[in-house]
């Protein structure tokens, strides 16, 4: 099993729709995580953090289950400009170093279309 | 500017060629991480420097690859022999401290494409 897992998607939807992606993880010992977003042909940006008590910032709404283990993104009132690849990451990996190393998952593609 | 810096943005080399690409990391920035990120896929862990010590090599998939950061600032992640699952987006990123609570910053990566 890898150790961070998405739906690759692509989730195509119309201006204005909330969208909500899913990510699972392994490594029952990490505490937060890290959603992250990729332009075509760019890199990696920081969107936001994930912890047990859920993260909002504007239209989107970060959550974490740990009895779960899943991560939840959702997106209200969607842009074309959210269009991009959405990337769960695990700061800690399995053998758990901290140092900053990042596991990503697969991303999930999101396209808004008008 | 005052990010990332990688060069070459793009390279193409034939199989069996050697590479090397630089990273210039934020000034000042002490961890210094490298990815590679195949088409589709996120971007998986190659190594990590602390200052000029290489703390973590384990994600580097053969002795192909080989990574340096002598005086603790700029790094040369080299490959050679290419061959064509090399082609990837190679990103390098940085982070001041060298606890897991700094921000890394990535920069634009390089793009390589062996023929």
């Known amino acids: 099993r890898k150790e961070v897992e998405q739906d690759p998607g692509p989730f195509n939807v119309p201006e204005g729709a909330t969208v909500a992606f899913n990510c699972t993880y392994s490594?029952?010992?990490?505490?937060?995580f890290f959603w992250y977003r990729q332009d075509c042909r760019k890199e990696p940006k920081l969107l936001m953090s994930?912890?047990?008590s859920g993260n909002e910032d504007g239209r989107f709404t970060a959550q974490l289950n740990r009895a779960s283990q899943y991560i939840s993104l959702l997106i209200r009132d969607s842009k074309l400009s959210d269009s991009a690849t959405y990337l769960c990451v695990d700061p800690i990996s399995t053998g758990g170093t901290s140092y900053g190393k990042l596991t990503f998952g697969q991303g999930t593609i999101l396209t808004v279309h008008p | 500017g005052a990010g990332v810096s990688q060069s070459p943005r793009y390279k193409v080399a034939k199989r069996g060629q050697d590479v090397a690409l630089r990273c210039d990391p934020i000034s000042g920035h002490v961890s210094l991480f490298w990815y590679q990120q195949a088409l589709g896929q996120g971007p998986e862990f190659l190594t990590y420097f602390q200052n000029e010590a290489q703390l973590d090599k384990s994600g580097l998939p053969s002795d192909r690859f080989f990574a340096e950061r002598p005086e603790g600032s700029v790094s040369t992640l080299k490959i050679q022999r290419t061959q064509q699952e090399d082609s990837a987006v190679y990103l390098c990123?940085?982070?001041?401290?060298?606890?897991?609570?700094?921000?890394?910053?990535f920069g634009e990566g390089s793009w390589l494409t062996v023929v």
């Open positions: 490594n029952s010992a990490s505490q937060s």
């Open positions: 990123a940085s982070s001041l401290g060298s606890g897991s609570g700094n921000t890394i910053y």
């Open positions: 994930v912890y047990s």
